[in-house]
């Protein structure tokens, strides 16, 4: 079956730490993995996707099609990276997209 | 330029009645997606339409449906609602294929 799961619900971390939000999917194919964040009271937003493999925000993401995973990465948290995160995958060129669950990130001062 | 519009922005139905939700994409974006936000399943695809065809379909029944126009503005419609329906309904625009997709900000429908 297709799934993307993200194991945390919740990620709580202080300012300047690393951050790690974990990602792991099934999938018969060649999929395009994506992270998207939902800042409070603000509409979804694109954060990466594996193919472009550009660093956004400090965010960097790397698909490991060994383990079939996409972990989102930062090296120093900063506290406007509070915010919801989804990890999802889509059938290669449609918006077919299958979400996580999420893993909200607080970054505390 | 606009983002996606959802209209309306909250609703409140009964059971078994029916609800039209509407979206506007961006300018220019030919491909508007629909998903279901819920706290218990998350976001769960619907269908997209691309071209006024409807390109890819979720896995929920036939009382969901949806259509685009010319203009690419789509709606979504559900039929016989029972209280599971009760969600964030969220539409997304894009340009084409490998395009960035845009989300609105989403119709919050309570069925009661």
């Known amino acids: 079956a297709q799934r993307v799961t993200q194991p945390e619900k919740l990620l709580s971390v202080f300012k300047g730490a690393p951050v790690e939000l974990k990602c792991n999917y099934s999938y018969s194919g060649s999929p395009e993995l994506f992270w998207y964040v939902q800042y409070s009271r603000q509409r979804l937003q694109l954060l990466l996707r594996?193919?472009s493999r550009e660093s956004i925000k400090g965010f960097t993401a790397d698909l490991n099609k060994g383990e079939t995973s996409f972990h989102l990465k930062k090296p120093f948290a900063q506290e406007e990276d509070s915010a919801m995160y989804y990890c999802?995958?889509?059938?290669?060129?449609?918006?077919?997209?299958?979400f996580g669950t999420g893993t909200r990130l607080k970054v505390l001062a | 330029k606009a983002g996606v519009t959802q209209t309306p922005r909250y609703l409140i139905k009964t059971r078994g009645q029916q609800v039209t939700l509407s979206c506007s994409p961006i300018s220019g974006h030919r491909s508007v997606s629909w998903y279901q936000q819920t706290p218990g399943q998350g976001l769960q695809f619907l269908f997209e339409?691309?071209?006024?065809?409807?390109?890819n379909k979720g896995n929920f029944p036939g009382r969901f449906s949806g259509r685009q126009f010319s203009n690419s503005r789509s709606e979504m419609n559900v039929s016989t609602l029972e209280l599971g329906d009760s969600a964030l309904y969220l539409c997304?625009?894009?340009?084409?294929?490998?395009?960035?997709?845009?989300f609105g900000q989403g119709t919050r429908l309570t069925v009661v």
């Open positions: 999802a995958l889509a059938h290669s060129g449609t918006y077919k997209y299958i």
């Open positions: 594996h193919i």
């Open positions: 339409y691309f071209s006024e065809t409807q390109r």
């Open positions: 997304a625009s894009s340009w084409d294929r490998d395009t960035e997709a845009f």
